[in-house]
């Protein structure tokens, strides 16, 4: 498969996990509550997006507003409070799952390491309502620099794992801490991956950029980035650390308990 992406590609939004917790827990701010997640994706809907399934993003097969939502890590507050949100709303999305690490807990995490992780009836559950299951690793770890055998462990273990369960082929790999060099991209390539993603660094198929969303996101910030621009914005403001805490000032940010 060629490394080239199409020059009209969709919006791919990255979310973690899903439900209200303490900012002094998650210092992260992975968690977004599911009533800003429905306001967000109600956002999107009425505004004429289209969701997208991965399949239908792998084809090629979208009109220009289109979206890809995905979420990383694998919580089980994605079966017990995302699913229904996107049920109701009958959004399709993509969820990138730590093979290795299935009924455990974010261990990784030294601030946040009791958050509940999908077991094989939460993975079970959401192929069953329609979402994509696809493959994060084994355990999180940082992929670049990695040895042989933990990225054999990470890329080829952990889809055999998933694909055993939901009885799928696994097509895509997101990156842990959306990190990667030009080894790990082909070693992704290398293991039969259709295509992978990052965060804000991209590097062709093998590492699609995704705009992240998480706790601190107000309605103003959400709109401003789906904004087909705000790549770039962000890059400028990136190149101007002093711009940051400004534009945040202006825009704002939302509660947290």
């Not at 303490?22 to 992260?28: L, V």
């Not at 958050?115 to 309502?129: H, I, K, S, Y």
């Not at 842990?176 to 993603?197: L, N, Q, S």
């Not at 904004?227 to 400004?246: E, I, Q």
Request: proline letters at 6%.
């Amino acid at each position: 498969m060629s490394g080239a992406l199409p020059v009209r590609s969709p919006l791919v939004l990255m979310y973690h996990g899903v439900g209200t917790r303490p900012a002094q827990t998650d210092r992260s701010c992975l968690f977004v509550p599911a009533d800003t997640l429905r306001r967000q994706l109600r956002h999107l809907l009425d505004r004429g997006w289209t969701p997208l399934t991965l399949d239908r993003y792998l084809r090629g097969d979208f009109p220009g507003r289109s979206v890809l939502v995905t979420f990383d890590d694998g919580y089980l507050a994605l079966v017990e409070e995302g699913l229904p949100v996107l049920c109701e709303l009958g959004v399709p999305a993509t969820a990138f799952v730590l093979g290795g690490m299935l009924g455990g807990t974010s261990t990784w995490m030294a601030g946040m390491p009791d958050e509940p992780l999908l077991d094989v009836q939460g993975v079970r559950a959401l192929v069953d309502a329609g979402l994509d299951v696809e493959c994060h690793g084994w355990d999180h770890c940082d992929l670049t620099n990695a040895t042989t055998g933990t990225l054999a462990r990470s890329l080829v273990d952990a889809a055999a794992v998933l694909a055993d369960i939901t009885g799928r082929r696994v097509r895509a790999f997101a990156y842990p801490y959306g990190t990667h060099d030009a080894a790990t991209r082909a070693a992704v390539a290398e293991a039969g991956y259709e295509i992978a993603f990052s965060v804000h660094d991209g590097a062709g198929r093998y590492a699609v950029p995704r705009v992240d969303i998480n706790a601190t996101e107000t309605d103003a910030t959400f709109r401003l980035k789906t904004l087909r621009s705000y790549p770039a914005m962000r890059r400028m403001v990136g190149a101007v650390p002093s711009l940051r805490p400004a534009l945040h000032s202006l825009i704002g940010r939302a509660h947290r308990p």
